[in-house]
């Protein structure tokens, strides 16, 4: 049972490039959620999406885009990467908002 | 606005109890979570409070008062891989706003 599943683990990118970081599930969950951690900071909620078709903001949506045609997957895309999005993105779902989540482990992605 | 408090460090000794407090301000409150993260890891859920009252799971336990938007994590029998970051969140409709994270350390 895979669970939560983010690829990359690591990546570096140049200012003004762009990139989809990839997050998929495998518990046939409705909820599932972007965040980003900053070193020493809790999670920020970024995107979250009730299910298939539906996203909304969180927090800090700001240069940020999701989609989620499928209930597996839920990709975060990054259009014009600008250092202060250097951090370490989490993907998470839940069967239902006042479930546990379930976390991925993780993409550290630097940008210079 | 939506806001969470934990204190930012503690420090115990191995089989000591420690408790680790939050208090919130949300508008709309479904229950509050505890999450657990080690360094360079993922959050693991911990706990999750809807009523007021303990809750309690091993060594672990939660509190939650709904009328003073505040609760705490309790650990007892501390061991050394309890050192970790603990995290409160709030739900709140659709989503969960997490704290800025207690980080304990475990003393032998």
Redesign the interface.
């Known amino acids: 049972n895979a669970g939560v599943t983010q690829t990359p683990k690591f990546r570096i990118l140049k200012i003004g490039q762009s990139m989809t970081l990839q997050c998929t599930q495998d518990m046939n969950h409705n909820?599932m959620?972007w965040?980003r951690q900053d070193p020493g900071?809790?999670?920020?909620?970024i995107y979250?999406s009730?299910g298939a078709g539906i996203t909304?903001k969180?927090?800090v949506p700001n240069g940020y885009n999701v989609s989620r045609s499928t209930t597996e997957d839920f990709p975060l895309r990054l259009e014009l990467a600008a250092p202060s999005q250097t951090s370490v993105y989490?993907c998470a779902s839940s069967y239902s908002?006042?479930?546990?989540?379930?976390?991925?482990?993780?993409t550290r992605l630097s940008i210079l | 606005g939506q806001s969470l408090e934990q204190p930012s460090e503690v420090t115990a000794v191995e089989g000591a109890i420690v408790q680790m407090n939050c208090t919130y301000q949300t508008s709309g409150f479904y229950g509050l979570s505890w999450y657990q993260q080690h360094d360079g890891g993922a959050p693991t859920f911990l706990s999750y409070n809807a009523l007021d009252g303990l809750e309690e799971t091993g060594r672990f336990s939660s509190f939650l008062s709904r009328s003073d938007s505040y609760g705490y994590l309790l650990l007892q029998e501390l061991q050394m891989k309890d050192s970790a970051s603990y995290f409160c969140a709030v739900s709140n409709t659709d989503k969960l706003i997490f704290g800025t994270g207690t980080r304990l350390q475990v003393f032998p």
């Open positions: 909820y959620y965040y900071m809790g999670l920020k909620l979250y009730v909304d969180g927090e989490f908002p006042d479930r546990e989540r379930h976390f991925g482990d993780g």
